[in-house]
């Protein structure tokens, strides 16, 4: 497919040189940019995202790139899902303008010696488990704004303290961009949409989808003001009852900023997130959910 294609088509850009070609000629003529970063083995989570960032500006872009900075060396950056060609037909159906496919070297050259780091919000939950995990998604997600310096830029709650992340990296850099958070979209069992799904056999698929469940139990609780503490130890009960391996954190937070909520019942007016992450046999889950006492 040609670098560059009319607006008609789904064009695909694999140098920075041909992505600014692209974009900067959008630009000239006063066009918006919506962006929406991914890893690639694209389902109907990150399709309701390019739709959403369609809905916020004129040309769309997303990127499909694979970044090995926020994968420890025991990872599965080598196994995970890669399926380019099918990811392309599923962007172009999308209505998205422009696919920026870069290769690693292409991203990250010989000599690339550039890192970025946030500090409060990156701390404690993914961060315990996965401690490289935010540099490299704050190093990769700055050069992919740089890159393609989009009007909006479109991240998925389920990543929730990614959106965090990258909002804050955004206001403390003041890069000229607005971060808009995309709702969870979920499987008809309520499992949240991610492209590790692929890894669960059927009976951890069964599995896997009491995690949602647990967590709107738990907000409920929560919402009727029942104690965060004795809550959460009720939810550890709960996910270990339901079959997952191991569990990372189960934590309830601000939902603005991640801080403590405290051990009692939740302030009225404050949101909150119930966030989560779990492992069933090789496959680790996160969700989270959205907790309100009004």
Avoid at 38 to 57: C, D, F, P, Q
Wanted: aromatic fraction near 6%.
């Amino acid at each position: 497919m040609s670098p560059i294609g009319p607006d008609s088509q789904l064009g695909v850009a694999r140098t920075l040189k041909a992505l600014r070609a692209r974009v900067d000629g959008w630009r000239s003529t006063g066009l918006t940019v919506g962006f929406v970063p991914t890893m690639g083995a694209l389902h109907k989570g990150h399709i309701s995202l390019v739709r959403h960032a369609a809905k916020l500006s004129d040309r769309v872009v997303a990127s499909i790139f694979i970044n090995p900075k926020q994968f420890a060396a025991h990872e599965d950056l080598a196994t995970y899902p890669r399926n380019e060609a099918a990811d392309l037909e599923m962007l172009a159906a999308a209505g998205c303008h422009l696919a920026w496919c870069p290769s690693p070297e292409e991203m990250y050259p010989a000599g690339y010696q550039t890192a970025v780091s946030v500090e409060a919000v990156a701390a404690g939950l993914e961060s315990d488990s996965r401690p490289h995990f935010f540099g490299g998604v704050a190093t990769v997600v700055c050069k992919l704004l740089n890159q393609v310096r989009p009007t909006v830029a479109v991240f998925g709650e389920k990543d929730y303290q990614q959106l965090l992340v990258i909002k804050r990296m955004v206001k403390d850099l003041d890069m000229p961009v607005q971060i808009v958070g995309g709702e969870t979209v979920r499987e008809s069992d309520g499992l949240a949409m991610s492209s590790r799904n692929a890894y669960l056999n059927p009976q951890e698929r069964k599995i896997a989808a009491k995690l949602n469940e647990v967590l709107a139990a738990l907000a409920e609780k929560l919402e009727a003001g029942a104690p965060v503490d004795e809550t959460m130890i009720e939810g550890r009960t709960l996910l270990g009852a339901a079959g997952f391996d191991r569990i990372d954190y189960l934590e309830t937070r601000s939902a603005a900023d991640l801080e403590s909520v405290g051990l009692g019942p939740l302030k009225i007016g404050a949101p909150a997130r119930v966030l989560a992450a779990v492992v069933v046999g090789r496959t680790r889950l996160i969700d989270n959910w959205p907790v309100a006492r009004v």
